[in-house]
């Protein structure tokens, strides 16, 4: 099993650019998630699905899209990247919130 | 908002030594999780605790919960330069199934 993958691993983007982050896991979990990881502040979940085709927003979703068309993989899209987006960003996937999140090795996202 | 927080931010400890850091939450929880990350890389699952259990051991990690008091403690015995990470606890609400709450992190050095 590859678990988690996210893709790229590094991006810079311009300020109003758009783009998207790719998240796939190979478990079949029925829960994934986004967060984004700020210097001194942990991980805050932007958005998250239970099951393909459900969606629901995180504690920072503006600025975010997500949706879910397979279990197995859930994107995050940039719609007008900003400076403030500039972070690392995780997804997470599953069974349920009762277990164990698996996580990706991480997108370090820059915007100029 | 953050649900938990860790104490202390920093700890600096020699090899061989113990290592002891705190959790405490605001709201009631289904369940604690404990997340290690090395420097640059994404987090890894150590323990999770139910909020009707008290202790759980996994190797030299021990995790206690004290749901009276909402907090958890984490304890790495024997502490090896190769602990040396930044150490997560996150919450599972009651009030929520689908949000788990990160908070801050615990940075600990172990030093040869």
């Known amino acids: 099993n590859a678990g988690v993958t996210q893709t790229p691993k590094f991006q810079v983007l311009k300020t109003g650019q758009s783009m998207t982050l790719q998240c796939a896991q190979d478990?079949?979990?029925?829960?994934m998630s986004w967060y984004r990881q700020d210097p001194g502040m942990g991980l805050r979940l932007i958005h998250y699905s239970v099951g393909a085709g459900i969606t629901d927003q995180g504690e920072v979703p503006n600025g975010y899209n997500v949706s879910r068309s397979t279990t197995e993989d859930f994107p995050l899209r940039l719609l007008s990247a900003a400076p403030s987006q500039t972070s690392v960003y995780f997804c997470?996937?599953?069974?349920?919130?009762?277990?164990?999140?698996?996580f990706g090795p991480g997108t370090r996202l820059t915007v100029t | 908002s953050q649900q938990g927080e860790e104490d202390p931010q920093a700890l600096s400890i020699q090899e061989g030594e113990n290592a002891t850091m705190n959790c405490s939450y605001k709201t009631s929880i289904n369940n604690l999780q404990w997340y290690r990350q090395n420097s640059g890389r994404g987090l890894v699952h150590l323990i999770l605790i139910r909020s009707n259990e008290r202790e759980k051991h996994s190797g030299r990690l021990r995790v206690t919960l004290d749901t009276s008091k909402k907090s958890s403690s984490l304890l790495i015995t024997a502490s090896r330069a190769a602990d040396t990470a930044s150490y997560f606890c996150a919450t599972g609400l009651k009030s929520n199934d689908y949000k788990l709450s990160f908070g801050a992190g615990t940075t600990v050095t172990v030093r040869a």
């Open positions: 478990m079949n979990h029925e829960y």
């Open positions: 997470a996937s599953s069974p349920s919130l009762a277990y164990e999140q698996y």
